[in-house]
């Protein structure tokens, strides 16, 4: 399957994911009354892609003032980034970009992360995966809201 390609899919089968999780994502914690509302719970393989532009992006309507936390968990270090749709339309198929454009959030190069970020206007964020490395890494997410 050709890069371009295999990215349309991925983002496609995502944004299917993404939706039944956002129908069927709620849950209530059991040591509070707090309800979380998980809206990305995935594992999916990033491939290698060293000299090339292969991501994952996860598209979220968010408004101001909406605490998202998270889990991000891969075999290798991939960067994560969280960039409004301004930012995405700048960079969008432009891998470097993703590197060097202002972000609203840039974890660095990782195999573990727990996120805990709050949006400072309404906007469509992406949450963005980013394999740069020579091996493919298995990645496994999730991303809620807590009220």
């Not at 996860?58 to 968990?73: D, E, L, M, W």
Request: net charge neutral; with cysteine; aromatic share 12%.
């Amino acid at each position: 399957m050709r890069p371009k390609h295999a990215i349309i899919s991925l983002v496609l089968i995502l944004s299917v994911l993404l939706i039944l999780f956002q129908v069927h994502g709620d849950k209530t914690d059991q040591t509070s009354s707090a309800t979380a509302k998980v809206f990305l719970n995935d594992s999916f393989t990033l491939p290698a892609t060293p000299d090339a532009c292969y991501f994952g992006d996860f598209r979220v309507n968010i408004k101001s003032g909406t605490r998202i936390s998270g889990t991000i968990r891969s075999s290798w270090e991939v960067f994560f980034f969280i960039i409004d749709d301004a930012q995405f339309n700048l960079a969008d198929a432009k891998c470097v970009q993703f590197a060097s454009s202002d972000k609203v959030f840039a974890s660095g190069a990782i195999t573990s992360y727990a996120l805990d970020w709050t949006a400072q206007k309404e906007d469509k964020y992406h949450f963005i995966l980013l394999n740069r490395s020579t091996n493919d890494a298995s990645v496994s997410v999730t991303f809620w809201t807590q009220t």
